[in-house]
């Protein structure tokens, strides 16, 4: 009797760690599919963040030239979203090192539309596109200059600030 209960209690051991094994397994195999899966999903390149600045960036320009303070501060987290994407997902790129050397001209022009100080708006923006070339010199970027725009990117919207704002 003592042999068959010891038997038996053996059988249910192994089986649970047999069952165990083949969890552990498939759970492995979930995580690795899983993994690739992330892997080869879409996340964007420098290039369609550098792209955004650059819109928000003329854009920007227009909103403060009129004193749309509400589509300036728009525009200015615009900015900054895409510099937070640059964080997170361009580690890999030497450029996401020195991004941060952005972040304080940012603050200044951030402060001034908080203001509504069209002259600080003009001064910090001047400071950004210098400091963009800067970074740009720094990455080895220097054929690509920035500058004030002159026209805006959109013929489609308006940068004047609605009545009544």
């Given at each position: 009797m003592?042999?068959?209960l010891f038997?038996?209690?053996t059988i249910v051991v192994f089986s649970s760690c047999n069952q165990s094994s083949i969890t552990d397994r498939t759970l492995q195999q979930r995580v690795d599919s899983l993994e690739a899966k992330i892997a080869d999903s879409y996340k964007p390149g420098f290039g369609e963040f550098m792209s955004s600045i650059q819109v928000h960036h003329a854009k920007?320009?227009?909103a403060g030239q009129n004193e749309?303070?509400?589509?300036a501060d728009f525009e200015i987290n615009e900015i900054k979203e895409s510099i937070d994407g640059i964080?997170?997902?361009c580690t890999d790129r030497p450029e996401s090192k020195v991004i941060g050397m952005i972040d304080n001209p940012i603050d200044s022009l951030d402060a001034a539309i908080q203001q509504k100080n069209a002259l600080l708006f003009k001064s910090g923006f001047v400071l950004l596109t210098a400091t963009?070339?800067?970074?740009?010199r720094e990455t080895n970027h220097e054929f690509n200059v920035i500058k004030i725009p002159d026209t805006p990117p959109f013929s489609n919207q308006l940068f004047k600030k609605p009545e009544g704002q």
């Open positions: 003592k042999q068959l038997c038996s209690i920007l320009w227009f749309n303070w509400k589509l964080k997170q997902y963009c070339n800067s970074c740009h």
